[in-house]
Each structure stands twice: as C-alpha cells, then as structure tokens.
C-alpha cells in the first residue's frame, strides 16, 4: 500500500502536475514579493555586493561571505552543467531568457526567507541556528509544521542529494578516468567525514575555498569561450529572445516549451522559495536581518544568471542543441569539445567534482541544523552523519533515478509548505526592510532591534542585542 501510494505521488510529479503547481505558486508569490518590496533585487542591487564582504559583528557565528558560500555550495550543483542542456536540449535556446526571469523574480522570494531566517534565528553555542523550521515554531507556534518541514528537508537534502551528487562523480570519473566506483565513493566517504565532523566552522572553511575556486575555474573558460566567439554574441542574444517567445520554431514545441523547461531549471536551480538557503542565511552574525537577505538574494543572481549562463553560452554557440541527438551532461561534453578540443571531458569531470561535492558539504548541513531543530541530542546529529556518509556511499554504486524522482516529490512538498509559511510572514520581512532602508537613507550603518517592530515575538537574538 505505501508503495502504491509513492508510485502515485511520484508518477504526476514526473509528468509535471506538481511542478505546474509548484511553479504557479513561486510565480505568484515571488511577483508580490518584487512589487511588494519596490523591487528590491533591482533596488538594492548593488548594496548586495557591499554587504557580501561586510565584517561579522564578534566572533560568533560566520560571516556574510561564509553563509552566502554554504548556500552556494548546496545551489551550485550538477544542474548548472547537466539541467540547463536539458532544458536547451528540450525547449531551445528561449528556455535561457526564462531561466533568466523567473531568477529576477526569485531575488526577492530568496530575499524574504532568508531575512526571516536571520530574524528568528537561534543561538548555538558560538554559532547560530535558524530556517523554516525554526521561524515556524518561532513566528507561528507551529512547532509540528516545522518538525514535518525539518524531516522532508533532511531527507531531500541530507540523504537523497547527496546520493545523487555522489553518483554524478562516480559515473563521471568512471567514464573519463576509468577509476571504479567504489574506489570514488571510498574517497568520498573519507573527504565528507573529515568536513562534517569538524562541526559548521571546519564546513564554512571548506565552503568560502571551494566556492570562489569553482565558480571562477568555471566561468573562466565560459568567458575563454565567449571571447574567442566575441562575434556571435550578438547572435546568440537574438537566439534567446526570439525563440523564448515562440517567433522561430524551437526543439520542443515553441513558446511552451521553452518557457516550460526555463521557469523549471531556473527555480530548481537557485532554489529561492523552496526553504533550503534560509538554513545558510541564518548562520551569518550580522547586524541587521536584511543584510543578509540581500546578501543570499545576490546568490540566486550568482547562481542561474552567471552560472546557469556560463553552461547555457557554452552549448548554444557549440550548436549542437539543434540535432536532438544528445542531452543532458553528453550535450554539455559534446559542446565543450567544439570549442576546446579533446581534454572537455576531462574538464567537464573536473567541474562536476567540485560542483557536486561542495553540493555535498552543504547539503550535510541543511540536514544538520534541522536534525538539531527535531532533537537536540547528539546522538542523533551522529546517528545522522553516518547515515549521510552511508547515502554517500549508496549513490557512487547504485543507480538513482528513482531516489532522484521521491527527492523532486520532497522537495515540492518542501517548497509548498515553506511558500505558504513566508507568505503569512512576509509582513515582518517588509517591515525589517523598511527599517533597514531608513537607517541607510540616514546614512547609519543599519543595526536592528526587535523593538524595532512592534508586537514582534520570537525574535530571540535580536533581543539579546538590545540588552
């Protein structure tokens, strides 16, 4: 009977009933959240890249730029190689232009959940602690919601991600360097445990090397690509804006597809909406909540507009989207081989070890922080690291598709409950961005209290400051 009823959750999940309306609800949500807050991606656009390197308050907590790289790490996966030349393989190159308008609107879902994040965060020791579960217990008094939301998270993330990050490597260096899986996995296992236990300090050390490495080693060669091509541009701007609106006829189908397959990479991309980033968000010691909602809205611009667009650049002046014949990470080594020869393979793996990897570390610590939210005992924070590093191991033997199709199910399920959440609470989030709006417009350095909002409750550290 249980499989019964997954086999149906799962199957209109994969024939895009759930991804319709899950998608319908962020489109929805994300333009009140822009209007809502006078566009505040395109507002404050440029004071995200000053807070971004903005010092932490004492030495508790993490900095901005140590948060802002956990949740990159998790965001910046496989899909910014493999799911957009699928979605170019499927709905053309107007599929980009889309990509690129549901991450604008995105910037302030992302803005609004994470700076509910920072408001309801916890204290941890010397760190913090916070989330959808957490602002779900703290703003609502619905401590069962966020306990049902901590476990979807633990599962999606924790243990089904990482199984699926850790069978992209292994297939990769199977395919490429001919190493065998359980050797890659072996590996794996030991480099997760060494980062995991060291604790969310040793994970931010990691992270802000990591992803500065990566990101750049990537767009590096997309901008090698794009100089050496400097003439096409223009023609590939034309490309994507024509076929995104359905006046070429495009692979897939015309404007639905192409609108289809980029409003779906791009949200499941970035992740904005979907209550994982707020985990990140809430571990960085700011002095004001909106800081660092700026600061992870700018990480789904980092994400789908840079990223996504390097990979997206790459296949469309390859040209080989048009054949039909290839898709996914084939499209993507078929396309790098065009422009710089033979060793794209071998460049591809690489970039899909550190992408899928440093996805690894972050996902462990979304599951972390939500394990803590369920049961503060450590027994279940180690209980759950070993599971972590078992899944880890699990995905560089095992086929997964069918783990990747139950992780879509959780993570829709996931994304509504956290939509819904952030909805009733999008006020508090307006009002913390009135406040810090004010104080810079006095030219402060905005500081919050929780004072600051009448009636505001649960506000626990914001508190504390103000004593």
């Known amino acids: ?4 009823f997954l086999n149906w959750m ?16 962020l489109l929805v949500l994300g333009t009140y959240f822009t209007i809502r807050t006078k566009f505040v991606q395109v507002r404050l656009f440029g004071e995200m890249f000053r807070l971004i390197f903005e010092k932490k308050e004492s030495n508790d907590g993490v900095s901005p730029f140590q948060a802002f790289t956990i949740s990159a790490a998790s965001r910046v996966g496989t899909g910014n190689v ?3 030349a699928l979605a170019i393989g499927v709905g053309g190159p107007g599929a980009v232009f889309w990509m690129w308008m549901i991450a604008v609107i995105g910037m302030a879902t992302a803005f609004i959940e994470s700076t509910l994040a920072q408001v309801y965060k916890v204290r941890d020791g010397d760190t913090f602690r916070g989330g959808p579960a957490y602002y779900m217990q703290k703003a609502l008094g619905l401590r069962k919601l966020g306990i049902v939301f901590a476990i979807l998270l633990t599962l999606c993330f924790g243990f089904i991600f990482n199984a699926v990050q850790s069978n992209t490597i292994s297939q990769s260096f199977m395919d490429v360097f001919g190493v065998k899986d359980w050797v890659v996995g072996l590996v794996l296992v030991f480099a997760t445990a060494i980062i995991i236990f060291g604790g969310v300090k040793r994970i931010v050390k990691v992270t802000e090397l990591v992803v500065p490495i990566m990101a750049t080693f990537y767009l590096f060669i997309a901008l090698y690509i794009v100089i050496t091509n400097l003439s096409e541009i223009p023609a590939v701007f034309n490309l994507i804006i024509s076929h995104a609106f359905g006046l070429k006829e495009v692979v897939g189908g015309g404007i639905g597809a192409a609108m289809m397959q980029g409003i779906r990479r791009g949200l499941f991309s970035n992740e904005a909406g979907m209550g994982s980033v707020p985990n990140a968000a809430a571990t960085a010691n700011v002095s004001h909540p909106a800081k660092q909602g700026l600061v992870q809205s700018l990480g789904v611009f980092f994400d789908t507009i840079m990223i996504c667009s390097a990979t997206a650049f790459i296949i469309i002046l390859a040209g080989l989207y048009t054949t039909g014949e290839q898709d996914g990470i084939i499209l993507t080594q078929a396309s790098m081989a065009v422009h710089v020869g033979s060793w794209a393979p071998y460049f591809v793996a690489i970039a899909i070890l550190f992408f899928a990897f440093s996805s690894i570390i972050g996902n462990y610590y979304y599951g972390e922080t939500n394990i803590e939210f369920i049961n503060g005992n450590k027994i279940w924070l180690l209980i759950y690291r070993f599971c972590v590093l078992g899944m880890v191991m699990f995905g560089a033997l095992a086929s997964v598709q069918v783990v990747w ?19 009733l609470l999008g006020r508090v989030a307006f009002k913390v961005l009135d406040d810090f709006t004010m104080q810079r417009k006095q030219g402060l350095n905005p500081v919050f209290k929780a004072e600051s909002i009448p009636g505001l409750k649960g506000a626990e550290c914001w508190e504390d400051e103000q004593k």
């Open 82 to 84: 493999t799911g957009v």
């Open 10 to 25: 799962v199957g209109p999940f994969n024939n895009f009933i759930w991804t319709y309306i899950l998608i319908g609800v």
């Open 1 to 4: 009977m249980v499989m019964d």
């Open 405 to 423: 199709d139950m992780a879509d199910l959780f993570m829709g399920m996931m994304a509504i409950i956290n939509l819904l959440v952030i909805a």
